[in-house]
């Protein structure tokens, strides 16, 4: 069982940046394809971005291409978001999410989730 612990969110004033990890524990991180949702109040759970289990692809949504980027590092575990030039409409919990196999998916048909981390962007 495969579990997943975000970290990183806070709040921040816009135009700011911040950092999101997520560390995987109980199976072998570098199998799976991960990912990184969003949800903000009364908006269902959007897509971010996501990478491929050996890190040589990445995908993200339209609008946060160019502020977003996603990593990993399979020695630790973990898997990463940078987000900078953050607007307030950015705010919400951020989760990640882990799906076994090389497809791709950019709906929340994932395997294994966190259980998010909140960021909140002040104008």
């Known amino acids: 069982q495969v579990q997943l612990v975000e970290t990183g969110g806070g709040l921040v004033q816009a135009g700011g940046s911040l950092r999101l990890s997520c560390a995987a524990s109980g199976g072998t991180f570098s199998y799976y394809n991960m990912a990184w949702f969003r949800q903000a109040p009364g908006i269902e759970r959007e897509f971010v971005a996501l990478?491929?289990?050996?890190?040589?692809?990445?995908f993200y949504t339209d609008s946060l291409k160019g502020r977003f980027t996603i990593s990993r590092d399979n020695a630790k575990n973990t898997v990463y978001l940078q987000m900078n030039s953050l607007k307030p409409e950015d705010t919400g919990v951020y989760y990640c999410a882990g799906r076994r196999g090389p497809k791709v998916v950019t709906t929340a048909e994932y395997d294994y989730w966190g259980q998010g981390t909140q960021v909140t962007v002040s104008s």
């Open positions: 990478i491929t289990w050996l890190g040589t692809s990445t």
